[in-house]
């Protein structure tokens, strides 16, 4: 079973940064594809980013390319969301998934294709 605990969550004002981080444990030898996922409320669950677990291409929704960035480090088992430029829009709780992959392709698709949950981290962007 695969446990996600977030950190890094916060208020900053707009312009400002954020780092959230993901340690994940629980691993088996299955292939997964990590992300980050955020919900506002009255909104449903978008993908922000994702990545192979194993490290590779890294994918980002529209609204945050040029300003997010996901990682990983694999030696202490995290995965990391490094938000500049912070915008009110972006305010929301942000969740860090996993899914079992086949690939080394890990576009975002959507929430429902993912197995594991952390139990989010809240992001406040005041303007």
């Known amino acids: 079973q695969v446990q996600l605990v977030e950190s890094g969550g916060g208020s900053v004002q707009a312009g400002g940064s954020l780092r959230l981080s993901c340690a994940a444990s629980?691993?088996?030898?299955?292939?997964?594809?990590m992300g980050w996922f955020r919900q506002a409320p009255g909104k449903e669950r978008e993908g922000v980013a994702t990545?192979?677990?194993?490290?590779?291409?890294?994918y980002y929704a529209d609204s945050v390319k040029g300003r997010f960035t996901i990682s990983l480090d694999k030696a202490k088992n995290t995965l990391y969301l490094q938000m500049n430029s912070l915008k009110p829009e972006d305010a929301a709780m942000y969740y860090c998934?996993?899914?079992?992959?086949?690939?080394?392709?890990?576009?975002?698709?959507?929430?429902?294709?993912?197995?594991?949950w952390g139990q989010g981290t809240q992001v406040t962007v005041s303007s």
């Open positions: 990545i192979y677990f194993g490290g590779g291409i890294s």
């Open positions: 629980g691993y088996t030898y299955s292939p997964y594809c």
């Open positions: 998934a996993a899914r079992r992959t086949r690939t080394t392709q890990c576009n975002i698709g959507t929430w429902r294709e993912y197995n594991y």
